[in-house]
């Protein structure tokens, strides 16, 4: 039976329940994000961002821009 895994999102450190071993039925598998948006979230996060997260980085494009330009 899958297991939850509890993580801290690396975006804004809020503790969220991830479905590692079953990631089509996680979250964050409702979201569609665009390739630029995956790239940024791979060359600035190293593992899994909260749904908040997700949804805000994909209907944000400008928050890219500024992340870019804060790291």
Not at 20 to 39: F, G, H, Q, Y
């Given at each position: 039976?899958?297991?939850?895994?509890?993580?801290?999102?690396?975006?804004?450190?809020r503790n969220f329940g991830c479905?590692?071993?079953d990631v089509v039925n996680c979250e964050c598998s409702s979201i569609a994000l665009t390739d630029e948006a995956r790239m940024f979230i791979r060359n600035?996060?190293?593992?899994?961002?909260?749904?908040?997260c997700l949804k805000e980085l994909k209907n944000?494009?400008?928050?890219?821009?500024?992340?870019i330009l804060e790291s």
């Amino acid at each position: 039976m899958p297991q939850h895994e509890s993580k801290v999102c690396q975006r804004c450190l809020r503790n969220f329940g991830c479905k590692v071993d079953d990631v089509v039925n996680c979250e964050c598998s409702s979201i569609a994000l665009t390739d630029e948006a995956r790239m940024f979230i791979r060359n600035h996060y190293t593992d899994c961002l909260c749904i908040n997260c997700l949804k805000e980085l994909k209907n944000k494009n400008v928050l890219f821009k500024k992340e870019i330009l804060e790291s």
